[in-house]
């Protein structure tokens, strides 16, 4: 029995479909080899397909990733593709299906060494990246109306599912107390207002796009050792980019790029103005993005470290 007969029939027609479409029309699908990688925060199964082809006499292999994705990240990473966005190239079949579909993604990092990427560079262009989505997509409110609004239940769902429960027990931990102890009362008294607070960011019409609106380290790849890619669409919605921008600008640097680029696009902030949407975003995301943190810093110097990172952008500045 040869390997394509152990193909679901579904994903073996995706599978060829995306090569054709993406490397060549011509391409012909040996074989597929599968693999189990990890699950995603929705558990939802990923798998990895090593691919051989064939292009007139030549075979080569490439990487495909497969997921049942929903409605939303079909439809923004066809949109955003379409856009020339620094997204991965994917096909999916009914794109009006609401529930989750199966989707084949470009494997956008299996070639890429970690370990030997230029960190600054791919810092200098991620404010490119991201602003290119930003202002492709800025004001369309009435063409993104599929796409859910950030608004007063997400925000607070965000915060009190899954970081206070988590803070809560951070608090009870005698060697966190010890450790980021100072930090306590100054994280609560944000905390304290920070849903109020937010609702500027919220309403601020001027800054009104398709943000990713997850974009942790894990959801920020780089292909060819060179270009950044953003994945994992699940959570995009219709909003404020100072809810994207903090995580991926944090250097006077990268904010200044971006606020360039927008500036480029007749898209000009007063400092002021940009500064109070800038920071309340900040706070509200680094108490979002701290929760896994603070249960796993104990055991990995990684989290520890993304842990101090988060506290200090709720507070604003470094106490150590």
């Avoid at 929705?42 to 292999?61: F, G, P, W, Y």
């Avoid at 290119?132 to 993104?144: A, D, M, V, Y």
């Avoid at 429960?165 to 008294?189: C, D, M, S």
């Avoid at 360039?260 to 995301?285: P, V």
Wanted: contains cysteine; proline residues 2%.
């Amino acid at each position: 029995m040869s390997n394509l007969t152990l193909i679901n029939n579904n994903l073996l027609k995706l599978v060829q479909e995306t090569v054709k479409k993406f490397i060549d029309p011509k391409a012909e699908v040996l074989s597929i080899e599968s693999k189990a990688i990890n699950m995603g925060l929705q558990a939802v199964e990923l798998k990895r397909h090593s691919v051989l082809i064939k292009i007139l006499d030549e075979t080569s292999k490439l990487s495909l990733v497969s997921k049942h994705a929903t409605r939303i990240e079909r439809l923004v990473l066809s949109r955003l593709y379409s856009q020339k966005a620094s997204v991965p190239f994917s096909l999916s079949y009914g794109y009006e299906v609401d529930e989750r579909s199966l989707i084949c993604l470009q494997d956008v990092d299996y070639q890429t060494d970690y370990k030997t990427i230029n960190i600054r560079l791919l810092q200098k262009s991620e404010p490119s990246a991201l602003s290119h989505i930003h202002i492709s997509n800025f004001g369309q409110r009435k063409e993104l109306s599929w796409l859910p609004e950030v608004d007063s239940f997400h925000i607070e769902k965000m915060l009190y599912e899954r970081w206070k429960p988590q803070w809560q027990a951070a608090k009870g931990n005698e060697q966190f107390r010890a450790t980021f102890g100072e930090y306590i009362p100054l994280v609560e008294a944000v905390a304290n207002t920070i849903s109020e607070d937010i609702q500027y960011v919220i309403k601020d019409e001027s800054s009104q796009t398709l943000i990713h609106n997850d974009l942790n380290p894990g959801n920020v790849l780089v292909h060819n050792n060179t270009d950044v890619i953003f994945i994992d669409w699940e959570e995009a919605r219709y909003g404020s980019f100072f809810l994207d921008i903090p995580l991926r600008c944090g250097t006077s640097e990268q904010i200044e790029e971006y606020r360039g680029l927008l500036a480029a696009n007749t898209m000009e902030f007063a400092d002021n103005h940009f500064n109070q949407m800038y920071t309340i975003a900040s706070r509200y995301l680094g108490l979002r993005y701290m929760s896994w943190n603070l249960g796993a810093w104990t055991n990995n110097s990684h989290a520890k470290d993304d842990l101090k990172k988060y506290l200090d952008m709720v507070v604003g500045t470094s106490l150590r």
